[in-house]
């Protein structure tokens, strides 16, 4: 017997039938419940997300100062040349107090003619007048120690104005570490409490967010008279915070 051939389009209408027919045993079986492949279940992922805290109260290392002088005159070169001294008088002033370079920072020189108002037909104009400059130095103290006594140095000079001592921390001398290491700890306990008291299990660390807050003091402002005035650094209260993200089981 020859073996049967077929076409290519008797062979195509096979293929789509045997097809057809597979799908409708499928689709029985499926439905009168003779096939059982088991549950799927989808889990979604559990996170907790707690912040960790660690604070300290740590004592003021560094006093700024801001001193203005100012000088006016008819004359600009004399206006200029008399503030300058006065600057200078400041400079070689701390200085001599044992102040470095690094720590003297002239932040503003300031150069005008004063518009003089005056009336004249029953309206107010303005004319040049003398000529004005003012010269901002920003001062920064180191030694805490000596506070007093710098204070007294500059109420005693030629000064316009004196704003200080600011008291601060030196950020370069906390430890981070330690704080971080710390906030840390406080999170994973705030997570483990939470954790036990949902019924699940603290897995691992997901993310860390660090950040930081230092409460700041506000500036002394510093008469110009005799001095003598005792004034106290303080503290300021340091805090890290850590925002964690843990795995829940």
Excluded: C, H
């Amino acid at each position: 017997m020859k073996p049967l051939l077929l076409n290519t389009k008797t062979k195509k209408i096979l293929e789509i039938t045997g097809v057809a027919v597979l799908t409708t045993v499928l689709i029985v079986l499926f439905t009168f419940g003779l096939v059982r492949w088991g549950s799927v279940k989808l889990e979604q992922n559990r996170y907790i997300t707690v912040t960790g805290t660690s604070s300290e109260d740590i004592s003021n290392q560094i006093a700024t100062y801001s001193v203005n002088v100012e000088s006016t005159n008819a004359n600009k070169d004399i206006a200029v040349k008399q503030a300058n001294d006065k600057a200078q008088n400041v400079v070689d002033s701390v200085k001599k107090f044992g102040m470095q370079d690094k720590d003297i920072k002239t932040t503003s020189v300031n150069i005008f003619q004063v518009q003089e108002p005056y009336i004249k037909n029953g309206l107010q104009n303005y004319r040049p007048g003398d000529w004005r400059e003012t010269i901002t130095t920003e001062i920064t103290l180191r030694d805490i120690s000596k506070v007093n006594g710098f204070t007294d140095l500059l109420s005693g000079l030629d000064l316009t104005n004196m704003y200080g001592p600011n008291f601060s921390i030196d950020n370069s001398s906390i430890d981070d570490t330690a704080f971080i290491k710390s906030a840390l700890a406080d999170a994973r306990k705030k997570a483990l409490f939470i954790a036990l008291n949902s019924g699940g299990k603290l897995g691992e660390i997901i993310s860390v967010i660090e950040g930081s807050n230092t409460s700041s003091n506000p500036p002394v402002v510093g008469g110009l008279g005799g001095g003598g005035a005792a004034v106290e650094p303080g503290s300021q209260k340091v805090t890290k915070t850590v925002t964690v993200t843990y795995s829940l089981k």
